[in-house]
């Protein structure tokens, strides 16, 4: 077949533009979840009703795991004393992230760079019996890294940190099982949430003198790390000059769209911390013993989480994690009565839940405001006569109505499971909480 040179010739297909790769920092804005002002500092966000509503939804979902899985929850002050982090050995080994002291009377106070002084004290308040044994203490609590201004970054490098933090004081036989647990907690928690990890490290010392000077500290915590990451069967690498100055740890690491590493969850042993604050139990044989503290966080720094959540769902957060997780819509003033009922008994259940009225314009209008809240219920005469939701789920189903009691009970259940998906049909099961 020959061309024929006077026939125009076929435009090309358009280029496609690549979207944006998601930004925490300007979904965050656009959200209005949180935001910086320069009286208050760099690398100190403050959280906007949406985002605090987020923060404190996951707060509450670690603190029912932790319960569930043994944790008791303790809270601690933010300030120490200098000596308190002497004997640590975080003023030795870690004074450049911390804050300078603050001349308080005769005393020096610090703001505290990490939980585990506090917990250790909290052990140490009175005398232990193995039959205590695991005791297992969780916080999510605040702690201050004075990280350099060029690091500093939305949420993910900040210098307040609100960490789910915990530790667990156990005998030496009981630590590789307390770690697996751990890891196991961990796991289910990031399914829960939709996270996927690019992979575990075990974090090991480098060279300098960062590192508590003790190798066989650093080789037994080693072997009982190594051995926790082969019975939890995931692959791991070994990675030198990661590890804690007190012992090495194994990190759990995501990746943002660019594919930038950091890391969310850590499980660490730590024979030192028990050592230098003198702690004890009392054995089956009556002598006193020395017992390990297991650090371990489950979803990290609440801010650098709610960062990785913004990225991984673009504002469009499992209905359990939304901040609005339904809008009611009446067509006209007529359904507004009946919408406001209907928001009264959502707030019965728990549910975050808003009313968008015609004053805010048209009903489409108003579905494309709503467009990342999971579900919508338009309310219009048939509906508010009738006692019925019809809704609307964010990616485009629409149910047949249903009574409101039914409906809002069928949501409720979503949320309480922690589900990923947005419906469930009667009888099927449901996401996220195990």
């Not at 949501?411 to 499971?417: F, H, K, R, W, Y």
Request: a neutral charge; aromatic letters at 6%.
């Amino acid at each position: 077949m020959t061309s024929n040179p006077g026939a125009p010739e076929a435009a090309s297909a358009p280029r496609a533009v690549p979207a944006p790769a998601p930004d925490h920092r300007r979904l965050g804005r656009e959200l209005e979840l949180f935001g910086t002002d320069p009286l208050i500092g760099s690398g100190l966000p403050y959280w906007l009703p949406d985002g605090a509503a987020i923060r404190h939804t996951l707060e509450e979902f670690i603190r029912d795991r932790e319960r569930r899985a043994g944790y008791r929850h303790v809270y601690s002050p933010v300030l120490g004393k200098r000596e308190l982090y002497e004997i640590s050995g975080h003023w030795r080994h870690y004074r450049d992230d911390m804050f300078p002291p603050m001349d308080l009377g005769a005393d020096q106070v610090v703001l505290r760079p990490s939980l585990c002084p506090h917990h250790a004290l909290i052990y140490r308040s009175r005398a232990r019996s193995h039959r205590e044994l695991p005791l297992r203490i969780a916080e999510l609590g605040g702690m201050y890294r004075s990280e350099p201004s060029g690091v500093l970054g939305g949420l993910t490098r900040v210098r307040a940190i609100q960490l789910n933090d915990a530790h667990v004081f156990c005998t030496p036989e009981q630590a590789a099982d307390e770690a697996v647990a751990a890891l196991e907690l961990i796991a289910g928690a990031h399914r829960a949430l939709g996270i996927r990890p690019v992979r575990h490290r075990l974090s090991l010392p480098g060279a300098g003198g960062k590192y508590v000077a003790d190798p066989a500290l650093w080789e037994r915590a080693t072997a009982l790390l190594t051995e926790v990451l082969r019975r939890s069967g995931v692959p791991f690498e070994a990675a030198e000059g990661e590890a804690a100055f007190y012992g090495p740890k194994i990190d759990i690491q995501i990746a943002d769209a660019a594919g930038r590493e950091s890391t969310l969850s850590t499980v660490q042993i730590d024979f030192h911390q028990p050592e230098r604050f003198g702690l004890r139990y009392t054995g089956p044989d009556g002598a006193k013993h020395r017992p390990v503290m297991v650090h371990r966080s489950v979803i990290g720094s609440v801010e650098r989480v709610v960062a990785h959540l913004i990225e991984l769902y673009r504002g469009a957060f499992p209905a359990w994690l939304a901040p609005t997780q339904l809008v009611l819509l009446p067509l006209s003033e007529g359904e507004r009565e009946r919408a406001e009922r209907v928001r009264g008994r959502c707030l019965d259940l728990g549910l975050r839940v808003e009313v968008a009225g015609p004053e805010r314009g048209g009903l489409g209008a108003r579905i494309r405001e709503a467009r990342l809240v999971p579900y919508q219920a338009v309310i219009g005469p048939r509906e508010a006569a009738d006692g019925l939701l019809a809704l609307r789920l964010r990616d485009g189903r629409r149910i047949d109505p249903l009574p409101v009691a039914e409906a809002l009970a069928r949501i409720g259940a979503l949320v309480d499971a922690c589900a990923l998906e947005l419906w469930d049909e009667p009888g099927s099961p449901g996401g996220g909480r195990e």
